[in-house]
C-alpha cells in the first residue's frame, strides 16, 4: 500500500509562485512514478507532470511547460511541484498519484492518489 500527502496549496495572487509537495510513503521512491493532476471546479481532472521512477525523466503538459518544475528528492520521499507565473486559471485542487507503470499522463493508469490540496490564484 502506498500513501500520497500533498501540501502547499493556498492563496496566492496572478504572477505569484507556489511549491507544492507530495510525501510518499509505504514502498520506496524509486518504485513508482509520481504525477501531478488538477482539477478545476466543474472540469474534468487533467495531467500537468510527471517524474520517473527514482526522480527520472521528466514530462509536463503544454500549460505546464516553462513555469512549473517538478522534481524529487528520494532521501525525502517526497515530490514537488514548483509553479510560477501563477494565472487565476490555474485555480484547481491539485492531486499527486503514484503509478508503477511509469510517468504516464493517463488517470487510469495510477494505481494510488492522495486527497489533494487547494490552490487558489487570484486576478
Known amino acids: 500500500q502506498v500513501q500520497l500527502v500533498e501540501s502547499g496549496g493556498g492563496l496566492v495572487q496572478a504572477g505569484g509562485s507556489l511549491r507544492l509537495s507530495c510525501v510518499v510513503s509505504?514502498?520506496?521512491?524509486?518504485?513508482?512514478?509520481i504525477d501531478w493532476f488538477r482539477q478545476a471546479p466543474g472540469k474534468e481532472r487533467e495531467f500537468v507532470a510527471a517524474i520517473g521512477r527514482g526522480g527520472g525523466s521528466k514530462y509536463y503538459a503544454e500549460s505546464a511547460k516553462g513555469r512549473f518544475t517538478i522534481s524529487g528528492d528520494n532521501a525525502k520521499n517526497t515530490v514537488y511541484l514548483e509553479m510560477s507565473s501563477l494565472k487565476p486559471e490555474d485555480t484547481a485542487v491539485y492531486y499527486c498519484a503514484a503509478s508503477r507503470a511509469g510517468p504516464i499522463a493517463q488517470i487510469a493508469a495510477m494505481d494510488y492518489w492522495g486527497k489533494g490540496t487547494l490552490v487558489t490564484v487570484s486576478s
Open positions: 509505504g514502498r520506496t521512491f524509486s518504485t513508482y512514478a
